[in-house]
C-alpha cells in the first residue's frame, strides 16, 4: 500500500501528529486506535512528508529507542509525533536478541538470518523453557516536548521451525499464547492487529486520554470523553 505525499505547508500543526514510519500498515494501527480518543487529529506519516534520514537507535530499552525515533521526528518537521520500536524477548537468551531483533544476525532486516540464528541459539532448549515475548514501546512527544509513553507485551514461545506467510521479522517462529498452534504468520493481519504487542501498546497510550488531552488543550482539539486508567508512569 503506497502512501500518497503530502506537502508539509498545507498541515495544521495544531491538530496534525506525525507518525515515524514510512509504512502505511502502521499508520492504519495507529490511526485506528489512536483516533479514536482524538478524534478531531490527522495523523500523517514521516515518510509522506520527505526523505528524511533515519536516527541512529543506540538506545538500552526499547523505550530509549522509541524516543529517539520520535523525537528526530519531532525536529525534522517541527510537529508532534509518535514512534514505536519493538523485538523478540527470549527468556532462555536471558532477553536477546531485544533491541537488536532487527540485526539479530548482523544484517540490519535480514529476517531469513535473523531467524536461523535464533533456531540455531535454541536448538537445545526444551518446549518448556521456549517462552518468548514481542514487547513493544510507543512514544509520543509534542512540539513543547512532552512526552507519553505505552508499553505492551504478546506472550508466547518459539517453535522448532517456521510456518506461515504472512508478517515479517520472526513471526514465522512465534506461537503466540492467544492464538494455540498458530504462529504469528500464520494469523491474518486483523487477528495479528487483534493481539499484538503495538495494539497493546497503543491501547495502553489511548488509555491515556486526559493527559493526551491537556497537551493539545492549547489548540482547542476535542478528545473523545472516556473513562481512563492512568497507572503508567509518564
Known amino acids: 500500500m503506497a502512501l500518497e505525499k503530502i ?11 506525525v507518525v515515524a514510519t ?16 482524538l478524534p478531531e ?8 512528508l520527505g526523505d528524511f534520514e533515519d536516527p541512529e537507535e543506540n538506545g538500552e530499552t526499547f523505550r530509549d529507542n522509541a524516543l529517539i525515533k520520535a523525537q528526530a521526528a ?3 518537521t517541527g510537529l508532534p509525533a509518535i514512534a514505536d520500536d519493538s523485538g523478540l524477548v527470549v527468556d532462555s537468551l ?12 548482523g544484517e540490519h532486516g535480514n529476517d531469513a538470518a535473523n531467524n536461523e540464528k535464533l533456531l540455531h541459539e535454541m536448538a537445545d532448549v526444551t518446549d518448556a523453557d521456549r517462552t518468548a515475548r514481542f514487547m513493544s514501546v510507543v512514544a509520543l512527544i509534542n512540539a513543547d516536548g512532552f512526552v507519553f509513553t505505552g508499553t505492551g507485551a504478546c506472550e508466547g514461545v518459539i517453535g522448532h521451525e517456521g510456518r506461515g506467510e504472512f508478517g515479517f521479522g520472526y513471526d ?9 498452534g498458530k504462529t504469528m504468520a500464520e494469523l491474518t493481519p486483523e487477528e495479528k ?39 503508567e508512569d509518564r
Do not use: C, M, W
Request: aromatic residues 6%; proline residues 7%.
Open 193 to 231: 492487529n487483534a493481539i499484538s504487542h503495538r495494539f497493546h501498546a497503543l491501547q495502553d497510550l489511548a488509555s491515556q486520554l486526559h493527559e493526551i488531552a491537556d497537551v493539545f488543550a492549547h489548540a482547542g482539539v476535542p478528545v473523545q470523553d472516556t473513562p481512563v486508567s492512568a497507572d
Open 7 to 17: 506537502d508539509i505547508n498545507t498541515l495544521n500543526p495544531q491538530n496534525t501528529i
Open 74 to 76: 519531532v525536529e525534522a
Open 172 to 180: 514465522p517462529l512465534f506461537l503466540p499464547v492467544d492464538t494455540p
Open 94 to 105: 536471558g532477553g536477546a536478541p531485544g533491541v537488536y531483533s532487527a540485526r539479530y544476525a
Open 22 to 37: 514510512g509504512n502505511a500498515h502502521k499508520l492504519t494501527e495507529i490511526q485506528t486506535i489512536l483516533g479514536s480518543v
Open 41 to 48: 487529529v490527522r495523523f500523517v506519516a514521516l515518510g509522506q
